[in-house]
C-alpha cells in the first residue's frame, strides 16, 4: 500500500485502501484472514485440485457423488477436533487436509500457527466457518446424496448424461477461444495459417518479452516512485529549515515596526500566522505587491489580538 500511496501525486490511499490498511492492523480482521486461511487450505484447495487439477477434463460431474460425501465427513472431523487445523506438528497435513497431502503455502500455514497465541479467536471463528459451511456443502450436494437419483442410476445412464465437472468451456481463455472461433475459421484458412500460429505465440512465449515488458514496466514504476520519495525528502527538509527560520525570528505585533519592513519580512511574517492557523491569510500568489502583503499582514495582527483579547477575557 505505500508503493500505491507513494505513486500518487499527493501521496493519498482512496477509501477502499485505506480500509484494507485499517483491516490488516485490526487483530479481528487478521484472526477472520487466518481462519479463512487455514479453512481453504485444508479443504479447498485439495477439492479445487480434484476438481480442476490435470487430468480431469473428462471426468464425469455426476461420478462425483462419493467424494462430496467424503468432503463432508471430513469437515465434520475438523468441527469434532479443530486442533487438527491449529497444531504446529510438521506432519498436521497428513489429518488436516482433505487429501493429506501437504499444505498448499507451508509458508502461510506456518505464518497462521505463529500468530496463533496473539489471536485467541481464531479456533471460534474456523468453528463458526466450518459448521456454516457444512450446511452450504449439505445444500449443494443434495443430489448426489445416497438413495438419490444420481446415486442410483446406472454407470451406463451417467455416460449418457455426461456432464464436465466444471464450467470452464464458456469462461477464461477456452471461453475466448469459442468466442473467436469465427474469427479464425474466417482468416485461419489452411492448417499451415495455424501451425504459424502455434509457432509464433509460443516463440513470443520463450522468448520471455512480455516478462521483460512488464518488468522494465514496474521499474519505471519504482523509479517515479524512488524520484517522488526524493522530492518529498528534499521538501521535508525546505520545510524544516523554513520552520526554524521563523522560529528565530518569531511573530511581530508592533504595528511601527511592521510599517517599517520589507518584503521578505512581511513574508515572514504572513507565513507565521499561517503556520499558527489563520486560514483568513491569502496565499502568497494572491499578494501582488508590499502594499498588498503589508494590508493583509495588519489585518491578521488584528485577528491575533482579538483572538488573544476574548482568550484572556
Not at 499558527?276 to 485577528?303: C, E, M, T, Y
Request: proline share 4%.
Amino acid at each position: 500500500m505505500s508503493f500505491i500511496r507513494n505513486k500518487r501525486q499527493k501521496r493519498t490511499l482512496n477509501h477502499l485502501e485505506q480500509n484494507i490498511v485499517k483491516g490488516m492492523n485490526c487483530p479481528k480482521t487478521i484472526s477472520q484472514i487466518i481462519a479463512f486461511v487455514l479453512y481453504c487450505m485444508a479443504l479447498t484447495h485439495p477439492y479445487t485440485l480434484r476438481v480442476r487439477g490435470i487430468g480431469t477434463e473428462n471426468l464425469n460431474i455426476l461420478t462425483l457423488g462419493p467424494f462430496h460425501v467424503e468432503v463432508k465427513d471430513h469437515i465434520c472431523k475438523l468441527i469434532a477436533s479443530p486442533e487438527l487445523l491449529l497444531s504446529m506438528e510438521p506432519d498436521s497435513h497428513l489429518a488436516a487436509t482433505l487429501d493429506g497431502c501437504i499444505w498448499s503455502d507451508p509458508r502461510a500455514h506456518a505464518a497462521c500457527i505463529k500468530l496463533l497465541p496473539t489471536h485467541p479467536d481464531v479456533k471460534p471463528l474456523l468453528l463458526a466457518g466450518l459448521k456454516g459451511s457444512l450446511v452450504c456443502w449439505e445444500h449443494f450436494t443434495s443430489e448426489f446424496e445416497e438413495g438419490g437419483a444420481i446415486d442410483l442410476a446406472l454407470e451406463a445412464k451417467k455416460d449418457l448424461g455426461f456432464m464436465p465437472l466444471t464450467n470452464d468451456a464458456n469462461k477464461g481463455l477456452l471461453g475466448m477461444l469459442r468466442c473467436f472461433t469465427p474469427f479464425m475459421d474466417e482468416f485461419l484458412t489452411t492448417e499451415a495459417d495455424e501451425d504459424f500460429l502455434r509457432w509464433e505465440a509460443c516463440t513470443r512465449d520463450e522468448s520471455g518479452v512480455e516478462k521483460t515488458r512488464w518488468a522494465e514496466l514496474t521499474a519505471h514504476v519504482q523509479q517515479v516512485v524512488d524520484q517522488k520519495l526524493a522530492k518529498d525528502a528534499e521538501n521535508a527538509e525546505k520545510d524544516r529549515l523554513k520552520a526554524e527560520h521563523l522560529a528565530s525570528i518569531g511573530m511581530k505585533l508592533d504595528l511601527t515596526e511592521i510599517n517599517s519592513m520589507l518584503n521578505n519580512q512581511l513574508k515572514d511574517q504572513l507565513a507565521i500566522h499561517q503556520r499558527r492557523g489563520d486560514k483568513d491569510v491569502p496565499i502568497q500568489a494572491r499578494l501582488k505587491n508590499k502594499v498588498d502583503r503589508l494590508a493583509a499582514l495588519l489585518a491578521a495582527v488584528a485577528r491575533f489580538q482579538a483572538k488573544s483579547t476574548v482568550q484572556i477575557a
